[in-house]
């Protein structure tokens, strides 16, 4: 059976009781195995999907057809969004911060209601139905990034939590040296909505595929203290494991800076983050 063929309605958590969005998955049945067979299987299974993280499997989550139109919305208004209100404050957009600038804006527009819809049916979806296995730190899709505790990083347009974050930042700056920098800092709700939706756009609805590249929306440790370092010029290499040859990298093994949150075939269904630093 083609993995198109087969529509499961998922079951959601919602905190309004007026979704009218449902979300179907497209799946393959895939045959009976004994025990020992199929734990043997889906070990190796894991462990392929992480390393090919970019490629379509029998298993992968899809949305339904028809809500990729939504999805193609929310994503191109999320992005009108940031442009409005720039990079830095995007990344501490809380969500009803978000709908009060729609509407306020006429180059962002104001969320429909199939919009609203679909961003909460997303946020609060069983994300381990399409194979995500991380905690969630952020439970609310309202959940508020408050400024006074961030602080901005100069020449990097990111933004770190006070304490802890910006003193383990300064002392790698300090320990690595000029070549390493902030990559990414403090991401809100709606700034990991833009980077997930961007994802499952670019992966033509692919839930599972999106969701090995990055956590979902609420899933990022980035909303509650870790953050991003990659090489001074390097660009998007800092963003692959290309990143392990860097001297950069080696020096932040050596020093013990690197505790992967994300480490090599983890059990969690994302793909090896080196450039991931875990700080709460």
Same mark, same amino acid.
């Given at each position: 059976?083609?993995?198109?063929?087969? /529509?499961?309605?998922?079951?959601?958590?919602? =905190?309004?009781?007026?979704?009218?969005?449902?979300?179907?998955?497209?799946?393959?049945?895939? @045959?009976?195995?004994?025990?020992? +067979?199929?734990?043997?299987?889906?070990?190796?299974?894991? /462990?392929?999907? #992480?390393?090919?993280?970019?490629? &379509?499997?029998?298993?992968?989550?899809? /949305?339904?057809? %028809?809500? /990729? @139109?939504? !999805?193609?919305?929310?994503?191109?208004?999320?992005? #009108?969004?940031?442009? =409005?209100?720039?990079?830095?404050?995007?990344?501490?957009?809380?969500?009803?911060?978000?709908?009060?600038?729609?509407?306020?804006?006429?180059? &962002?527009?104001?969320?429909? %209601?199939?919009?609203?819809?679909?961003? +909460?049916?997303?946020?609060?979806?069983? &994300?381990? +139905?399409?194979?995500?296995?991380?905690?969630?730190?952020?439970?609310?899709?309202?959940?508020?990034?408050?400024?006074?505790?961030?602080?901005?990083?100069?020449? =990097?347009?990111?933004?770190?939590?006070?304490?802890?974050? &910006?003193?383990?930042?300064?002392?790698?700056?300090?320990?690595?040296?000029?070549?390493?920098?902030?990559?990414?800092?403090?991401?809100?709700?709606?700034?990991?909505?833009?980077?997930? !939706?961007?994802?499952?756009?670019?992966?033509?609805?692919?839930?599972?595929?999106?969701?090995?590249?990055?956590?979902? @929306?609420?899933?990022?440790?980035?909303?509650?203290?870790?953050?991003? $370092?990659?090489? #001074?010029?390097?660009?998007?290499?800092?963003?692959?494991?290309?990143?392990?040859?860097?001297?950069?990298?080696?020096?932040?093994?050596?020093?013990?800076?690197?505790?992967?949150?994300?480490?090599?075939?983890?059990?969690?269904?994302?793909?090896?983050?080196?450039?991931?630093?875990?700080? $709460?």
């Amino acid at each position: 059976m083609h993995r198109r063929t087969f /529509l499961k309605q998922a079951a959601f958590l919602f =905190t309004t009781a007026n979704m009218t969005l449902p979300l179907s998955f497209a799946k393959t049945i895939l @045959p009976a195995k004994d025990h020992a +067979e199929d734990f043997d299987y889906h070990i190796k299974d894991r /462990l392929i999907k #992480k390393r090919l993280f970019n490629k &379509v499997y029998a298993e992968d989550i899809f /949305l339904d057809k %028809k809500l /990729l @139109p939504v !999805l193609d919305a929310s994503l191109a208004r999320l992005k #009108k969004m940031q442009k =409005t209100v720039g990079h830095g404050n995007f990344c501490l957009l809380n969500f009803d911060d978000a709908l009060k600038i729609g509407k306020s804006y006429s180059a &962002v527009g104001a969320f429909s %209601k199939k919009e609203l819809d679909f961003l +909460e049916m997303i946020f609060y979806s069983r &994300v381990n +139905e399409y194979g995500f296995l991380g905690e969630k730190p952020i439970k609310s899709i309202t959940g508020k990034i408050i400024k006074k505790k961030v602080q901005k990083i100069h020449y =990097t347009g990111n933004y770190l939590y006070r304490g802890k974050p &910006v003193e383990m930042y300064g002392r790698i700056k300090k320990e690595v040296g000029d070549d390493v920098i902030l990559t990414s800092g403090v991401r809100s709700v709606m700034k990991q909505f833009l980077l997930f !939706l961007n994802k499952a756009k670019k992966s033509r609805g692919n839930l599972s595929m999106a969701s090995r590249s990055l956590a979902p @929306p609420g899933y990022s440790f980035h909303g509650v203290g870790d953050f991003d $370092v990659g090489k #001074k010029g390097y660009g998007i290499y800092n963003f692959t494991e290309k990143f392990t040859k860097t001297d950069v990298y080696k020096k932040l093994t050596d020093l013990g800076y690197l505790k992967f949150r994300y480490e090599r075939n983890n059990n969690l269904g994302v793909r090896f983050e080196p450039w991931h630093i875990e700080v $709460v």
